[in-house]
């Protein structure tokens, strides 16, 4: 089955999603991000992947200034109530160790067996207390999205 409705849907579903996350994160910047779906019991979690290609990333991407790392992501199949845990990395540059973290979301009443949950994380920092090595922030080059 072609999910191509799908993912052009994501560009317009990304922008209204990644607007009031912006919105809500002013008057700071995000550093790092991350997106998921939860996809009712009626669906595929294909369904969910298809929201989340290159045209939503590009979208979440946009919505902060711009971003070069790939966007981690989550999708599973799961009725209301479910919880996913949504991974983070820095936005510019994977190899960042100290912005790899997650968050965890619940949608106590979502997704329907019908529906699509499709989750955009931002956060502006990485995690307090990071000593695990790698790449600083402040080293990023942001050529290649790793380093």
């Not at 999910?3 to 922008?15: C, Q, Y």
């Not at 997650?102 to 990485?126: H, K, N, S, W």
């Amino acid at each position: 089955m072609d999910l191509s409705t799908l993912t052009k849907a994501s560009d317009a579903v990304g922008r209204e999603i990644c607007a009031i996350a912006v919105q809500l994160l002013a008057p700071d910047k995000a550093v790092s991000y991350g997106k998921a779906a939860i996809v009712g019991i009626n669906g595929e979690q294909e369904h969910g992947n298809a929201m989340l290609t290159t045209v939503f990333g590009n979208v979440m991407r946009e919505a902060v200034g711009g971003g070069k790392a790939w966007i981690s992501s989550m999708t599973k199949r799961a009725g209301p109530g479910s919880t996913i845990d949504v991974p983070l990395a820095h936005k510019d540059a994977l190899y960042v160790r100290s912005h790899y973290d997650g968050m965890t979301i619940i949608l106590p009443d979502a997704p329907q067996p019908d529906e699509l949950a499709i989750i955009a994380v931002y956060a502006t920092r990485g995690r307090p207390n990071h000593r695990v090595g790698g790449l600083s922030a402040s080293d990023i080059k942001g050529e290649d999205g790793l380093v």
